[in-house]
């Protein structure tokens, strides 16, 4: 019986992108260390990497579990917010505490910890999302999640703690001191380093056992209970999962910008998400990598049209649906397209033998 080569040749394609993303991430660091790469193109380097978490975040909900999330920002402004008032707290002289309960200097070590309880805050907000939709499906369950976005803008509104609708500021401070004893980028390398942590996580998720009974759900809820798999703790996993990815992205959001309010995460930043999402490929990762830069690319060079960008960006997703709807990679991965490797299909992969004949052997 002869042998499916698409193992060895996907680890070779996996050691090769492995060692082209490392190289780059050490070259983008050291040339904006250098000044070769400036603060602009740094500012758009962040949003590419800040774009690729949320889009990639929501795409476990939308894309592998084949719900119809459409309040993902909301996740993404608890992250902000809490990650934003812990920095304060623990780094800067604040309203909240007065001065900084840990050396300044000490946010070199913790920030990451500091980006991670915001995501963990924004997995237990998920749990908002997860119950109901024990119950609900499709239409019911993007008005389930439209109002859990709307109910926690609503909130951050009226909390006078951290500014209501003022917003929240001095986040950049936490940077300063990191910078005042290296100085170097330290916000673009958060960044690179939560994208591929994050992108490693979902990979890692989605290829387990636990994310083939998330992708279950998508094909049919119900065979899927048949065949055993838990579809609500699938489900609780998958959205309180999701939603802390979202948290990271908003908690790098808020320390990148250095200022957040409550309408730096409405309803149209829950819509810049889905565009992403439909336009590289529900179940795609690959799809969200690719979408996330085209995508922020795009609202650079619409940035002159200012308000009219959200005519453009709104008749893309109308474009898309009709002409493409499965869009860029549909549920197909980038690898899939590389030379040498060969379509499989539910585990199987098709070998040629004599006489031009084929037989199948697991993969």
């Not at 380093?193 to 009974?213: D, E, P, Q, T």
């Not at 489900?235 to 990815?245: D, E, R, T, V």
Request: one cysteine or more.
């Amino acid at each position: 019986m002869a042998q499916p080569l698409d193992l060895p040749i996907k680890r070779k394609y996996l050691m090769l992108t492995i060692g082209i993303i490392a190289g780059g991430l050490i070259i983008i660091t050291v040339l904006a260390a250098l000044g070769v790469i400036n603060q602009y193109i740094q500012s758009v380097l962040m949003s590419i990497g800040i774009n690729i978490i949320f889009a990639s975040s929501l795409n476990i909900v939308n894309g592998y579990m084949g719900e119809f999330s459409c309040g993902h920002a909301g996740f993404m402004a608890v992250g902000a917010y809490v990650s934003s008032v812990l920095s304060l707290i623990f780094f800067t002289e604040n309203k909240f505490t007065g001065a900084a309960l840990l050396p300044p200097q000490s946010a070199i070590f913790l920030f990451p910890a500091v980006i991670l309880i915001g995501g963990a805050a924004a997995a237990l907000a998920g749990i908002l999302v997860a119950i109901p939709s024990f119950k609900t499906r499709d239409d019911y369950l993007a008005i389930i999640t439209i109002a859990a976005n709307y109910i926690i803008m609503t909130a951050i509104n009226n909390l006078e703690v951290v500014g209501a609708s003022r917003g929240l500021m001095g986040m950049k401070n936490t940077l300063f001191a990191m910078s005042d004893i290296i100085p170097l980028p330290w916000m673009l390398i958060w960044i690179l380093l939560f994208v591929v942590m994050c992108v490693i996580a979902i990979k890692r998720l989605m290829g387990s056992v636990l994310g083939k009974g998330i992708s279950a759900i998508r094909y049919d809820e119900i065979s899927a209970e048949i065949m055993s798999v838990n579809t609500n703790r699938m489900k609780l996993l998958a959205f309180m999962f999701s939603s802390g990815l979202a948290g990271i992205a908003g908690g790098l959001f808020a320390h990148m910008l250095g200022f957040i309010n409550p309408s730096s995460f409405n309803i149209m930043k829950s819509t810049e998400g889905m565009v992403m999402v439909y336009l590289g490929g529900m179940g795609s990762l690959s799809g969200s990598v690719l979408s996330a830069v085209f995508f922020t690319l795009l609202l650079e060079l619409l940035r002159p049209l200012q308000i009219l960008k959200w005519v453009f960006i709104p008749l893309l997703l109308i474009l898309l649906m009709q002409f493409r709807p499965e869009g860029l990679l549909g549920n197909r991965e980038l690898i899939d397209f590389l030379p040498g490797i060969k379509k499989t299909s539910g585990g199987v992969s098709k070998t040629t033998g004599k006489g031009g004949g084929s037989h199948e052997s697991a993969s």
